[in-house]
């Protein structure tokens, strides 16, 4: 039997890090740590992830804003920023149109509108939130709940996301017709 430890130890970490910092100019370090936040944080803290001065993350987070990848938090004192889901979404929709033709994203959604209509009349509502998942049952009936509302959530939102696909490929990329 081997020891297996699911953490990597500190030097790998560390070594990860120092290759990360030595092969990524201070650009890519702030995009890349900017993908990873998920609520407003501050730049300084973006900074030390980034490993940079706390000015060139705020310069690069500033730039990552216009280009719609960030988002700058208005009202946080210093300036705090986050990821766009928005944008990351519009991406994913933007390369599922290249990689699919228009009737395979039109059969891709009509097997997740089949999927959220049994997850529908299994749990008797149209909204995966309002769903208790500890309601009833034991711990495996409660995990195996969980695990549904969980997939019913991911059918949702892969509904919009290639609702969004065939709109893109439908008008040339575009989310209007010309």
Same mark, same amino acid.
């Given at each position: 039997m081997t020891d297996f430890d699911p953490l990597p130890s500190d030097e790998a970490i560390d070594e990860v890090?120092?290759?990360?910092?030595?092969?990524?100019?201070?650009?890519?370090r702030v995009y890349d740590t900017v993908l990873g936040i998920t609520e407003p944080t501050a730049y300084a803290e973006i900074a030390e992830i980034a490993t940079c001065s706390p000015n060139a993350a705020k310069k690069h987070l500033d730039r990552l804003v216009v280009m719609g990848i960030a988002r700058a938090d208005p009202s946080g004192r210093p300036a705090r920023y986050e990821r766009n889901d928005g944008y990351l /979404? !519009? *991406?994913?929709?933007? +390369?599922?149109? #290249?990689?699919?033709?228009?009737?395979?994203?039109?059969?891709?959604?009509? $097997?997740?509108?089949?999927?959220?209509?049994?997850?529908?009349?299994?749990?008797?509502?149209?909204?995966?939130?309002?769903?208790?998942?500890?309601?009833?049952?034991?711990?495996?009936?409660?995990?195996?709940?969980?695990?549904?509302?969980? /997939? !019913? *959530?991911?059918?949702? +939102?892969?509904? #919009?996301?290639?609702?969004?696909?065939?709109?893109?490929?439908?008008?040339? $990329?575009?989310?209007i017709p010309a």
């Open positions: 890090r120092r290759r990360w910092s030595d092969d990524t100019d201070t650009f890519d /979404e !519009w *991406q994913e929709a933007s +390369r599922i149109a #290249r990689d699919l033709t228009i009737e395979e994203i039109i059969e891709r959604v009509a $097997g997740l509108e089949r999927r959220r209509s049994m997850y529908e009349d299994r749990f008797g509502t149209a909204d995966p939130d309002s769903v208790s998942v500890f309601e009833r049952g034991d711990h495996d009936a409660i995990h195996e709940r969980m695990e549904a509302v969980s /997939e !019913w *959530q991911s059918v949702v +939102r892969d509904v #919009r996301l290639y609702e969004l696909a065939r709109q893109l490929a439908q008008n040339d $990329g575009h989310l």
